[in-house]
């Protein structure tokens, strides 16, 4: 099919990107299970090193099933183009790649994947890039900590591990007028709840291992470019506005437009960097993205319900879902994140830091597990996992607290993951 913009979101998460495959008429995007292409000749395969000639030369670079991946999730986006790549760190190194070099910075919400700080706080220090931290909900500090170096905001439209909901619109006319992209993690939200860029997001990063996949069974991450950022408005972005000396000097901005961002990923982010998506990956993915809908309304409906269960219960301390009304963040929904707050949320147990491990350890249907976005809802204790690797003041920062734990809502029947809870909370306050 043509992916007209006249599709609605159901019929695009099982038809972008996917067309009958043109040798067999196979219906289903087949898993290309192949390292490389077969060039028609010498004048195709120097068209195709050259980037005269988009096509297939070798599979860390560019596959027939990533690319139908890459294509779907563009579209769900509202996205020009998309890179696929190994895991959604990994799409947070190709993120920043062509933005940043020594010297250079981001600033970066305190509000984010515990991963992610570490990533941020620590990883990049050995590239010489840096971040600063800021809490989001200040604008006036966003704009104060961007100087002449910075490079690029970086934040989570649903804030893992607390469900905590950005103000997309307020950061994107920082980023706008500082002349740098915003960069969104979308991860927790799913372009279903959320889509960072109408909201004036430059840049969409996910872990597709979640919510995208949504089955728990392969990591894998994402790139998507909006298409609408000037990469040679000021002198910032030398990888994207100057000549490229290992393309001869072609300059990815002039010559590519709108898609500059997603050619400089596969050309030189893909090919020197190597985090490729392998194609059994995007399968597993493409098969969940076809759900994804239907899945996210199920999440959402179960976080609400047992999120109001726990709030009235006087075993809990806290309940951070953003989709309560008791919640400063309720207000946001409607603007962010119109079809509801996600199913990511951390509460508090009377009895600290030993009640939830006794809780943790007393759930049956709840699974114990470091990941989020399964159909299956999981438990975990942020602090002494996720985000161990953070201060306490950190960790407090983040809203991963010693003395809550952090639930990913599955789409089980609510009544039943209510009844786990009430049978755990009990062993664990007794
Ligand atoms: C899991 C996660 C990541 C990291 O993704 P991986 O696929 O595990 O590398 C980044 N951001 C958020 C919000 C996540 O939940």
Not at 73 to 80: C, D, P, S, W
Request: glycine share 10%; aromatic share 8%.
């Amino acid at each position: 099919m043509t992916d007209g913009p006249s599709y609605g979101f159901d019929t695009l998460q099982i038809h972008a990107g996917a067309r009958p495959d043109p040798a067999t008429g196979a219906r289903q995007v087949p898993i290309y299970q192949s390292t490389a292409y077969v060039f028609r000749d010498a004048d195709h395969a120097a068209a195709l090193f050259n980037l005269q000639e988009v096509g297939y030369i070798y599979s860390r670079l560019t596959n027939p099933t990533v690319a139908a991946l890459q294509e779907r999730i563009a579209t769900l986006e509202g996205g020009v183009g998309a890179v696929c790549c190994s895991s959604g760190h990994a799409a947070q190194i190709m993120a920043l790649f062509p933005l940043m070099g020594p010297g250079k910075n981001i600033v970066a919400s305190t509000r984010l994947y515990g991963g992610t700080v570490t990533q941020f706080s620590q990883t990049i220090k050995r590239f010489g890039w840096s971040a600063t931290f800021v809490d989001f909900d200040d604008v006036e500090a966003v704009k104060a900590a961007i100087d002449d170096d910075t490079r690029a905001i970086f934040g989570e439209a649903i804030a893992n591990p607390g469900g905590y909901i950005m103000d997309v619109r307020a950061i994107a006319d920082v980023a706008d007028a500082a002349g740098i992209p915003l960069i969104i993690d979308n991860t927790s939200a799913t372009p279903f709840l959320c889509r960072p860029i109408e909201l004036g997001a430059t840049l969409v990063v996910h872990s597709t291992t979640k919510y995208l996949t949504g089955n728990g069974t392969v990591t894998g991450g994402c790139v998507v470019d909006s298409g609408k950022f000037d990469w040679a408005a000021n002198d910032k972005f030398p990888s994207m506005s100057q000549p490229e000396p290992a393309y001869h000097g072609l300059k990815f901005a002039e010559t590519f437009g709108p898609l500059a961002f997603t050619f400089h990923g596969i050309a030189i982010g893909l090919r020197d960097l190597g985090m490729t998506m392998n194609p059994q990956a995007a399968h597993y993915t493409l098969m969940g993205i076809e759900t994804l809908s239907l899945r996210m309304e199920r999440h959402v409906e179960n976080a609400e319900k047992i999120a109001n269960w726990l709030e009235a219960d006087d075993r809990v301390t806290h309940v951070t879902y953003a989709g309560l009304k008791s919640s400063p963040y309720f207000k946001r929904i409607k603007d962010v994140c119109p079809k509801g707050a996600g199913a990511l949320f951390t509460f508090g147990v009377k009895g600290g830091y030993d009640a939830c491990i006794k809780l943790i350890d007393s759930l049956e249907i709840f699974s114990h597990v470091a990941n989020l976005g399964d159909t299956r809802s999981l438990i975990i204790h942020s602090a002494s996992t996720t985000h161990r690797q953070l201060t306490e003041d950190q960790q407090r920062a983040a809203g991963a607290a010693p003395e809550v734990v952090r639930v990913s809502i599955g789409t089980e029947d609510a009544d039943d993951l209510i009844a786990d809870l009430d049978q755990a909370l009990s062993k664990a306050t007794s």
